[in-house]
């Protein structure tokens, strides 16, 4: 669910620029569901396994999708496009998790001899809209690079905008910064999004399968 999840915000990226004039994605083969085009050495392996080593939380990401605002028909309004695409994809990713933890849930007590696969399923879709809804609103840090940044350097006057996004130049070290020196931000931050998401959940919590919640444990 996580690669399927990552690959789609990166994918989205790349398609929502094409539309808007860039097909630096396209030209460069990264407008592609094939996981092994997303996959960087540093933010998809190396980083999550020292963090995980160290006993911290875990962080990481796919390989950023390149795009070329140049290209852009209209260069604001293509940016917060393309740089919202991720999340608002990572949005439908949920619901769809949504409906197929409720579909899951109907078929597997209208045919009892598949309710234990189907349970399985049922758990993943339940990781799917978890992990989605945290992806949504850890992109939405207001931190450079992250997609956030990409709509809040509008809201700044023009010079604060520019050295604003300079810090993309440390934006990992400072979201690190962060996850150690105010880890209960953090988590006040990801609070609304994860209420969303057992809110969402609830909606169909009555086609829970017996077998579900052994494997969501």
């Given at each position: 669910?996580?690669?399927?999840?990552?690959?789609?915000?990166?994918?989205?990226?790349?398609?929502?620029?094409?539309?808007?004039?860039?097909?630096?994605?396209?030209?460069?083969?990264?407008?592609?569901?094939?996981?092994?085009k997303?996959?960087?050495?540093?933010?998809?392996?190396?980083?999550?396994?020292?963090?995980?080593?160290?006993?911290?939380?875990?962080?990481?990401?796919?390989?950023?999708?390149?795009?070329?605002?140049?290209?852009?028909?209209?260069?604001?309004?293509?940016?917060?496009?393309?740089?919202?695409?991720?999340?608002?994809?990572?949005l439908?990713?949920?619901?769809?998790?949504?409906?197929?933890f409720?579909?899951?849930?109907?078929?597997?007590?209208?045919?009892?001899?598949?309710?234990?696969?189907?349970?399985?399923?049922?758990?993943m879709?339940?990781?799917?809209?978890?992990?989605?809804?945290?992806?949504?609103?850890?992109?939405?840090?207001?931190?450079?690079?992250?997609?956030?940044?990409?709509?809040?350097?509008?809201?700044?006057?023009a010079?604060?905008?520019?050295?604003?996004?300079?810090?993309?130049?440390?934006?990992?070290?400072?979201?690190?910064?962060?996850?150690?020196?105010?880890?209960?931000?953090?988590?006040?931050?990801?609070?609304?999004?994860?209420?969303?998401?057992?809110?969402?959940?609830?909606?169909?919590?009555?086609?829970?399968?017996?077998?579900?919640?052994?494997?969501?444990?």
């Amino acid at each position: 669910m996580l690669l399927l999840s990552v690959i789609a915000h990166e994918y989205a990226h790349g398609y929502a620029a094409l539309k808007q004039g860039d097909d630096t994605a396209l030209m460069l083969g990264r407008l592609t569901w094939n996981p092994v085009k997303h996959i960087d050495p540093f933010l998809t392996i190396l980083l999550p396994l020292v963090l995980w080593m160290a006993h911290a939380s875990i962080l990481g990401g796919a390989r950023p999708v390149p795009v070329n605002p140049r290209k852009y028909r209209n260069f604001k309004r293509g940016d917060i496009i393309v740089s919202l695409a991720g999340v608002f994809t990572n949005l439908l990713v949920a619901i769809g998790c949504v409906i197929a933890f409720g579909l899951f849930g109907l078929v597997g007590r209208y045919a009892p001899a598949t309710s234990a696969t189907f349970a399985i399923l049922q758990a993943m879709m339940f990781i799917g809209v978890q992990l989605n809804m945290i992806l949504i609103a850890f992109n939405l840090i207001p931190i450079p690079p992250l997609d956030g940044s990409h709509v809040m350097k509008y809201l700044l006057p023009a010079s604060w905008s520019f050295k604003y996004m300079q810090l993309s130049r440390a934006g990992l070290v400072l979201l690190i910064a962060v996850m150690y020196l105010a880890p209960g931000a953090l988590g006040v931050w990801l609070g609304p999004a994860m209420s969303l998401a057992y809110a969402m959940l609830g909606l169909v919590q009555t086609t829970v399968l017996p077998g579900t919640a052994q494997w969501i444990r």
